[in-house]
């Protein structure tokens, strides 16, 4: 690991203590009492995130625990973005995913890219899915106004719940020291950066050739992953670039409900399962 110098010092709370020492005038028949100022209740300083000191990611696994704790028994909304933009606005590539997850496990999930897919002979427009502990339902629609329905059991519950084990061990590794806080916020939130990144980050798929490199997170005071991303700048196809990764938590979504073309899925598995057994009956 190479040596970081700390970008922020931490402030510390001072605490003003307003006490009278002496008599306030002569008015009134109690002058010779002393009138005294309470002295005000000490406010605590902000907490660091656990497993965060001001000049590194300590433990990682602490870190990880605590934003899984917080995504425990709460619904939460993650969204995931990788894009290419050149220096002069264009966008080369965007790829645009999120999910919301109730806290009974029910998932509602979409995808946006500018380079659309091809599947069956024809575009895809628009894919959609919904998934509860049992069943997913997938609706893609295609340029040509064909709509499929794809139904599954489900297999995964509670997506990137345990995202954060992976950014605090990047964090570490390559470290990451926090260089802003922001405690109006409730709870505070804190920002670690760290840059020219090694040799195992210092590249991207994205760009021919990459200049710079750096790693950013947003992390609550609790432990809460807002927000990570991995940034690069550099060039593509002989132009100036930049690539961008991020991932970002919201624990306010809303509730998750089932669309209406989820019935249609279900509606269409059922008739598809039934013909198959007349099928199977009319073989035998």
């Known amino acids: 690991m190479r040596p970081r110098s700390l970008a922020v010092g931490i402030a510390l709370v001072s605490l003003v203590v307003l006490g009278g020492c002496s008599a306030f005038g002569t008015a009134g028949p109690d002058a010779g009492q002393r009138t005294v100022t309470p002295a005000p209740v000490p406010t605590p300083a902000p907490s660091l995130p656990p497993g965060v000191t001001a000049d590194s990611v300590s433990d990682p696994e602490r870190l990880g625990s605590a934003h899984e704790r917080r995504l425990t028994n709460r619904s939460y909304a993650v969204t995931v973005v990788r894009a290419v933009r050149f220096a002069n606005g264009t966008t080369a590539r965007r790829l645009e995913r999120g999910r919301t997850v109730g806290n009974d496990g029910v998932i509602l999930s979409w995808r946006h890219r500018t380079a659309r897919e091809r599947a069956g002979g024809d575009t895809i427009v628009s894919r959609r899915s919904w998934a509860n502990e049992s069943v997913r339902a997938l609706r893609l629609r295609y340029a040509n106004g064909t709509t499929r329905y794809r139904v599954r059991e489900s297999r995964q519950r509670y997506p990137y719940r345990r995202t954060a084990y992976n950014v605090a061990r990047t964090l570490a590794d390559e470290n990451a020291v926090v260089v802003a806080s922001d405690t109006s916020d409730d709870p505070p939130t804190y920002t670690l950066v760290s840059r020219n990144l090694s040799d195992e980050w210092a590249r991207s798929s994205d760009l021919d050739r990459v200049e710079t490199s750096s790693v950013r997170a947003v992390v609550t005071g609790t432990g809460l992953l807002k927000r990570a991303s991995v940034r690069y700048t550099g060039t593509r196809d002989g132009a100036p670039a930049v690539a961008n990764s991020t991932v970002r938590f919201d624990t306010d979504p809303g509730a998750v409900t089932r669309p209406a073309w989820v019935k249609t899925a279900l509606e269409q598995r ?14 035998d």
């Open 270 to 283: 059922s008739r598809e399962s039934d013909t198959n057994t007349d099928r199977a009956q009319t073989a």
